[in-house]
């Protein structure tokens, strides 16, 4: 057998190669409800806008921005001029939405870390146990199925566009709305009689804000009102789609942001950090039988309301437990129980290591508990420009009293405990590109309310946002010197560690990179990324024992890395614990049995063993998985050389040299190519 380059990737520093001597190259890196048996048979046709503020519309009397099509849809129906979301975030947003729960019940807390569990019922299952064909087709990763959103729905189209081939293929975090519509105005077309259920989810609005043209040349000065009124645009070729499919006496048609965006009031760049209502504050529209056209309805209105108004409407009951109420009575003047809303943010908490955030708001009221309690009078300050706590004492406890209620006490005697379920290193970059700024990676938290307050930060947030923000067009050689400035400020945040790491791996600083580190952990960072990223370090220096102790670390602060696992398994075999590495590689295929690279990781243990027949079977299956890992097409090229299966020999070595790039692969390439040839 030939002994052969070995080449470990990472994220860190994709041009970077160790060299080992290895055999291939290696790869781097329901429950049943109680609704009522016969609903009323109407299609529902659910939009909701990522990130929408709903000062941004027409309808809501915004001039700057054309939005034609969502103004004549609140013509059509009803707006609600006071509709909030129950947390700033995208994930539990959308779980409120399906469930009609607050967070504290459904328990996502979070965007990314957290899993919609199975025992909650979803809109969508009600509705595909009734009989409806459903469909969801959405707009970024954040919502993939691995989350727990797709239950219910019998196509669920979360496919990501991918990159260029070429290195370690990926997909982007987010598609164009135009890309959603079109993929969800197909599945319209093919239907044909069963009532339907439509979800489609675009998340253009959301940072970084880069409409297409001609949007970003008319709205070059405020890029966000191009994403909406793009957005826009596309919804009016879904809406005639629908019309021309499903006439208006049998559609419901429902749209409403998942929460607001901050455009610098109160300090915050983007949303999740606070409570206010530039992100709490939602677009809410909905039309259809038995929704009378052109009614604005000023009561409040909440996200875990949609659920059992729908089911009102198809003349059904929502199911026991639901905390949301119906708000068909108010479509007549009635008064409905939705004068408290539940509102919080744990982002403070998991991403920057600060005090939790969680409030109550009311028509008139907006209290929040933080270690400086806040009260704001939303009729007579509708900015939150003044925290009134102090004049209002009286207001502020009984809401306090409320918020207790809601959350059974909790505070100082019985503080809540949340589990995550985890984040790999593929999910921190992607929501990194989204314009997430988090960066932890925990297994749980207690939340106690106590600890930073984040408007105390608000320097630091934006000195991250001009850091790392896409929207803040930024200098590159401004990033470190302004993240140092916030790291000086704030030394024990975790997000601050992660970007900053990011950064010197860029700028290929590998010392700094690693005392920044140990820094982090000095400081009370001890999250499995900053262990994986210290093993990278580690292993760069050909410190071997130090690297497999900080992976071993890794992996027990985060099962669920497959990259870091990998890593840790690559480490093994280039110290000959062959039986070490074949269960970590066994460990991370448990956790996502489609990460090629672990396939190609249990390859390389096979070729280790002397199982010719194993390492082909895991290559192949890499390369299934995904046919731009190139380490994958190159490692199934030399083992099915090896074994005589030339013409897949060749057609592997094809493909590794159609798509493989000289900078990454410069010095395998001549020799594949002499190996090629030599099969001819």
Aim: hydrophobic share 40%; with cysteine; charged share 20%.
């Amino acid at each position: 057998m030939e002994v052969l380059v070995t080449t470990m990737k990472r994220c860190l520093d994709a041009g970077l190669c160790l060299v080992a001597l290895l055999v291939l190259v290696s790869c781097r890196p329901s429950s049943k409800n109680s609704i009522a048996p016969s609903l009323r048979r109407l299609n529902l046709v659910l939009v909701t806008l990522d990130t929408l503020r709903a000062d941004r519309l027409g309808c809501y009397g915004y001039s700057k921005t054309a939005t034609p099509n969502l103004d004549q849809l609140a013509r059509k129906g009803i707006l609600f001029e006071n509709a909030v979301a129950q947390t700033p975030l995208t994930a539990p947003s959308h779980a409120s939405i399906f469930t009609g729960l607050y967070p504290t019940v459904h328990q996502v807390r979070d965007t990314g870390g957290f899993v919609l569990p199975p025992s909650k019922t979803t809109l969508a299952q009600i509705l595909q146990q009734q009989g409806w064909d459903t469909a969801a087709f959405v707009g970024a990763s954040v919502l993939k199925k691995a989350f727990g959103f797709s239950r219910g729905f019998s196509v669920y189209d979360d496919q990501m566009p991918k990159p260029l081939a070429g290195g370690m293929a990926s997909e982007f975090p987010e598609r164009r709305a135009g890309e959603v519509v079109d993929r969800a105005m197909g599945w319209l077309n093919s239907q044909s009689g069963q009532p339907f259920f439509l979800w489609v989810h675009v998340f253009d609005p959301h940072s970084p804000y880069d409409p297409p043209p001609p949007f970003r040349e008319k709205y070059r000065a405020r890029p966000y009102d191009g994403e909406v009124a793009y957005t826009d645009q596309q919804l009016g070729r879904l809406f005639e789609t629908i019309a021309r499919k499903s006439p208006p006496e049998t559609t419901l048609i429902a749209v409403l942001s998942d929460h607001g965006e901050s455009l610098s009031e109160h300090g915050e760049y983007s949303h999740g950090v606070f409570l206010y209502d530039s992100t709490l504050r939602i677009a809410f529209l909905l039309s259809g039988p038995g929704v009378p056209a052109g009614l604005r309805v000023k009561q409040q209105a909440r996200t875990i309301d949609l659920l059992p108004t729908i089911l009102a409407l198809m003349g059904g009951q929502a199911p026991p437990g639901i905390q949301g109420t119906s708000l068909a009575p108010a479509f007549t003047g009635q008064q409905v129980p939705t004068g408290d809303s539940y509102v919080e943010t744990l982002f403070p908490k998991i991403n920057m290591g600060w005090a939790e955030l969680r409030g109550i708001r009311t028509n008139r009221w907006k209290y929040i508990c933080a270690p400086k309690p806040e009260l704001y009078d939303l009729l007579q300050d509708p900015a939150e420009a003044t925290n009134v706590i102090r004049d209002h004492p009286a207001e502020a406890e009984a809401l306090d009293g409320k918020l207790k209620a809601i959350l059974g006490g909790g505070g100082d005697r019985n503080p809540e405990k949340v589990q995550t379920a985890m984040v790999d290193q593929r999910t921190l970059e992607q929501l990194k590109s989204l314009g997430y700024l988090g960066g932890s990676s925990q297994q749980s938290y207690t939340l106690t309310g106590k600890g930073i307050d984040p408007k105390d930060r608000a320097g630091v947030l934006k000195l991250l946002y001009l850091a790392v923000s896409p929207d803040a067009g930024g200098a590159l050689a401004r990033r470190i010197p302004l993240l140092r400035q916030a790291l000086a400020e704030d030394p024990a945040n975790p997000t601050l560690y992660y970007h900053l790491g990011q950064e010197y791996a860029s700028a290929k600083r590998h010392g700094e990179a690693m005392r920044l580190c140990q820094e982090g952990i000095r400081n009370g960072v001890r999250t499995g990324w900053i262990y994986s990223r210290l093993g990278y370090l580690y292993l760069r220096e050909g410190n071997r024992d130090e690297a497999i102790a900080a992976y071993e670390r890794a992996a027990q602060l985060n099962p669920s890395d497959s990259e870091s696992l990998d890593d840790l398994g690559m480490a093994y075999l280039e110290t000959g614990r062959i039986q070490d590495a074949e269960r970590v590689f066994q460990w991370s295929l448990a956790s996502d049995d489609r990460y090629a690279p672990t396939h190609n990781g249990l390859g390389l243990v096979c070729v280790r063993k002397q199982d010719p027949s194993a390492a082909r079977a895991h290559f192949e299956k890499a390369v299934q998985l995904d046919p731009d890992l190139m380490e994958a097409q190159l490692n199934l090229g030399r083992i099915c050389k090896m074994i005589g299966a030339n013409t897949r020999a060749r057609a592997c070595f094809q493909a590794f040299l159609a798509k493989a790039s000289r900078q990454e692969y410069g010095p395998l390439i001549p020799t594949i190519e002499a190996e090629l040839k030599a099969l001819q």
